[in-house]
């Protein structure tokens, strides 16, 4: 695949289909998209998040639609503001729609658990192997939702890589980190964080700059993993900078990274951010 006057262009392996919708704003300001923003369609399928997507009644968009079927189909060219994020907000900045481009992942969301059957909110039944078990990271308990596929998470790899190289990408964020409170896409059975780190973290040896000095905590927060490390740095890869903080733990949260927390326990370190459940000053977006 490749990008070519702010289009996403197929190749003998991946098919890339344009289909326009006509909701959308202007073109970026300069310096812009610096933001991807990645979301699921909550839907039956690709087809039917596409028709949703270019309906003008609707007056919501995205710039790229991934299919489960491994399609792709572009309804926004990657220098016009698509209209995907709604009332978002994150590190001082508001209406990311303006900052960012949005990616839809065909895949049904959140599932309701009725004895040992699974089903969407429209009604559709899920075989258990497509069932994700987890609990999401602005929430504290155990949820259910609709698996990713590998392959899909490997296409959206693959496509942020593009547009990082394209675009002067600097943030990968999930609606639901933009909107907590009133999204919870893509969810915990994407791999959010995982994918971000391979392919935002410039300094991967543990090796980064110093920890940063905080003058007081942003918020308070408690670990909701049986045990989760602390490390040195924003990094899976980094040293750990003590034992392991225990499930219930207490932590201030000091400083914030996409994914990750810098927070103060028995001592200081970067945590996953969604190991840590927020308890006090959460700030929006």
């Known amino acids: 695949m490749k990008i070519t006057r702010h289009l996403l262009h ?3 392996a991946k098919k890339v289909a344009f289909s326009a919708s006509p909701n959308h704003g202007g073109e970026f300001a300069a310096g812009l998209p610096d933001t991807i923003v990645l979301h699921c369609t909550a ?10 997507l270019k309906d003008p009644t609707v007056k919501s968009s995205s710039h790229l639609v991934v299919g489960r079927d491994g399609s792709v189909t572009q309804l926004v060219p990657f220098n016009a503001i698509a209209w995907h994020a709604g009332k978002s907000a ?3 900045r508001t209406g990311l729609n303006d900052f960012s481009l949005g990616i839809e992942i065909d895949n049904a ?17 899920y075989p258990r192997d497509e069932v994700f078990e987890g609990v999401h990271r602005n929430e504290s308990e155990i949820s259910y939702w609709h698996r990713y596929q590998e392959q899909d998470i490997e296409l959206v790899r693959k496509i942020c890589s593009l547009l990082i190289k394209a675009y002067p990408i600097k943030l990968i964020l999930g609606h639901e980190e933009i909107a907590p ?24 040896d543990g090796s980064g700059p110093p920890s940063p000095v905080i003058a007081k905590p942003l918020a308070s927060g408690v ?4 045990s989760l490390n602390i490390r040195r740095d924003p990094l899976a890869s980094a040293p750990k900078a003590a034992d392991p903080l225990a499930q219930g733990a207490a932590v201030k949260i000091l400083a914030r990274k996409p994914g990750w927390l810098y927070v103060s326990a028995e001592c ?17 977006g």
Do not use: H, M, N
């Open 223 to 226: 670990v909701i993993a049986s």
């Open 90 to 92: 994150w590190e001082g």
């Open 109 to 125: 969301g959140r599932l309701d658990r009725q004895g040992e059957k699974y089903f969407s909110w429209f009604g559709k039944e």
């Open 181 to 204: 409170g009133r999204k919870v896409d893509p969810g915990p059975a994407f791999p959010l964080d995982r994918l971000r780190e391979k392919l935002l973290a410039a300094d991967r």
């Open 10 to 12: 197929g190749d003998a």
């Open 268 to 284: 200081k370190g970067w945590v996953s951010a969604e190991f840590v459940r927020e308890t006090a000053g959460k700030e929006g």
């Open 43 to 52: 839907g039956r399928d690709a087809k039917s998040a596409i028709l949703t």
